[in-house]
């Protein structure tokens, strides 16, 4: 900012990186960035990829192979000591959703967690703020008609739970407090998870499919509409309260009195 209060936007740097970044996270530390990408084979095949990006220097450091998959990694999450990232991914050499685990201080692959039978490709993860936890959404199955959330014990690399949802989730994220875990859907039916049971608790109407993504604070939640559209959900209130919509490469933050959205006020971020 300069003397005059004027807001002055850093240079842009563009860093080469692989085929379709798709997903980023950046670890606790500030150092680096995890980027998801897509590589093409030969055949045709898609080589699933992790891109790691040194902000210091903005070069990528090292590419961390995945194998081969189908669409392209769903979501990169990082634990809050930095130590694992996690990146679900449909495996076409065992035609089901799995999770990859990268140690980061060898950037390399170390486990891998089967989440779905056939036919049930991830979308989205979020962990845990105390880092025990990571959820996982996985679309339906072959000759199956609901979605699954996972939940994955960080410490055993293990599934713990397999929660029911609607056919399609598209995005999940956890309440700053850590006590709900928000699915999304396609379908534009939203859950929510008590993530102290691991069980559906009440649902969430008004919302759209997509992403979201909850403030620091707790108080707001910012859910994707479409390409140009973001709900704005006041949390302390539990409704609807702004749309921001993007006209000419610019926010414009429209008031919005719409209906109530049943979530729990103990998601205000507070413990």
Same mark, same amino acid.
């Given at each position: 900012?300069?003397?005059?209060?004027?807001?002055?936007?850093?240079?842009?740097?563009?860093?080469? +990186?692989?085929? $379709?970044?798709?997903?980023?996270?950046?670890?606790?530390?500030?150092?680096?960035?995890?980027? &998801?990408?897509?590589?093409?084979?030969?055949?045709?095949?898609?080589?699933?990829?992790?891109?790691?990006?040194?902000?210091?220097?903005?070069?990528?450091?090292?590419?961390?192979?995945?194998?081969?998959?189908? #669409?392209?990694?769903?979501?990169?999450?990082? *634990?809050?000591?930095?130590?694992?990232?996690? !990146?679900?991914?449909? /495996?076409?050499?065992?035609?089901?959703?799995?999770?990859?685990?990268?140690?980061? &201080?060898?950037?390399?692959?170390?486990?891998?967690?089967?989440?779905? #039978?056939?036919?049930?490709?991830?979308?989205?993860?979020?962990?845990?703020?105390?880092?025990?936890?990571?959820?996982?959404?996985?679309?339906?199955?072959?000759?199956? @008609?609901?979605?699954?959330?996972?939940?994955? @014990?960080?410490?055993?690399? *293990?599934? +713990?739970?397999?929660?029911?949802?609607?056919?399609?989730?598209?995005?999940?994220? +956890?309440?700053?407090?850590?006590?709900?875990?928000?699915?999304?859907?396609?379908?534009?039916?939203?859950?929510?998870? /008590?993530?102290?049971?691991?069980?559906?608790?009440?649902? +969430? /109407?008004?919302? $759209?499919?997509?992403?979201?993504?909850?403030?620091? /604070?707790?108080?707001?939640?910012?859910?994707?509409?479409?390409?140009?559209?973001?709900? !704005?959900? @006041?949390?302390?209130?539990?409704?609807?309260?702004?749309?921001?919509?993007?006209?000419?490469?610019?926010?414009?933050?429209?008031?919005?009195?719409?209906?109530?959205?049943?979530?729990?006020?103990? @998601?205000? #971020?507070?413990?």
């Amino acid at each position: 900012m300069s003397e005059t209060g004027t807001l002055t936007p850093a240079a842009r740097v563009t860093i080469p +990186i692989g085929r $379709s970044p798709r997903w980023v996270a950046i670890t606790p530390d500030g150092r680096r960035a995890y980027v &998801a990408v897509d590589e093409g084979n030969a055949d045709g095949s898609t080589l699933g990829g992790i891109s790691v990006i040194d902000i210091a220097t903005n070069t990528v450091t090292t590419t961390i192979m995945l194998g081969v998959i189908a #669409g392209g990694p769903a979501g990169v999450a990082i *634990t809050p000591d930095g130590r694992l990232v996690y !990146v679900p991914l449909f /495996d076409r050499s065992v035609v089901s959703g799995v999770v990859r685990v990268i140690d980061t &201080a060898t950037n390399s692959v170390t486990t891998t967690v089967t989440l779905s #039978g056939r036919g049930g490709g991830p979308s989205g993860v979020a962990i845990t703020p105390d880092g025990r936890h990571a959820y996982v959404g996985t679309e339906q199955e072959v000759d199956q @008609d609901q979605g699954i959330v996972s939940v994955i @014990d960080v410490a055993s690399e *293990t599934v +713990i739970a397999r929660i029911p949802v609607n056919p399609f989730p598209s995005g999940i994220a +956890i309440t700053p407090n850590g006590r709900h875990a928000c699915v999304l859907d396609l379908d534009g039916a939203p859950a929510v998870i /008590d993530t102290a049971t691991h069980e559906l608790t009440f649902p +969430i /109407d008004g919302l $759209s499919s997509g992403r979201i993504v909850f403030a620091p /604070d707790g108080v707001h939640a910012y859910v994707t509409h479409d390409e140009i559209l973001i709900d !704005v959900v @006041d949390i302390t209130t539990n409704k609807l309260v702004a749309l921001i919509e993007w006209t000419a490469g610019r926010p414009m933050w429209r008031s919005r009195r719409m209906g109530v959205v049943p979530m729990s006020p103990s @998601d205000r #971020g507070a413990t």
